[in-house]
């Protein structure tokens, strides 16, 4: 797998337990214990409450595109291979909106509110990195 050339997450202590469970194909996001807030992306601290005291809880993997847009050209050399590229966000019911790519999808197939769900890409070894794609019906 050392074939892979983009740039990898720099894995910090407060998001380790999100990254271990992506190896196992599991999406996990944060829960406040105190203001019962659920979280994502992994941070130290809630941005509802300011709390430290988080947990993790798995999501269920499937979303609603809330917003998308799609890049054509114009990016560093390591991403043309993924050209176009769809960057949107989604909204998970479990209530984080999350920033993602939208993969094993046309651009002219994208919409608003379209169902899509998490598939996992094994980049290395030690790093495998979650995208969404459309609801496979």
Known sequence: MSD????????????????????????LIQHCKDCDSNI???RRDCP?????NLDWIEAG??????????TYEGVEEKFVADLPIILAWVDLPEG???????????????????????????ATDDVVIPYFQPVKR
């Open 4 to 27: 892979y050339l983009k740039p990898l997450p720099e894995i910090q202590p407060h998001s380790k337990a999100f990254w271990d469970a992506t190896k196992e194909h599991k999406f």
């Open 40 to 42: 994502f992306y992994p």
């Open 48 to 52: 509802e409450c300011w709390s430290n």
């Open 61 to 70: 993997g499937q979303g609603t595109v809330y917003s998308f847009s799609v």
């Open 96 to 122: 984080p909106r999350i920033n993602t790519n939208i993969i094993n999808c046309e651009p002219e197939d994208v919409s608003i509110d379209m169902p899509v769900e998490v598939v996992y890409v094994q």
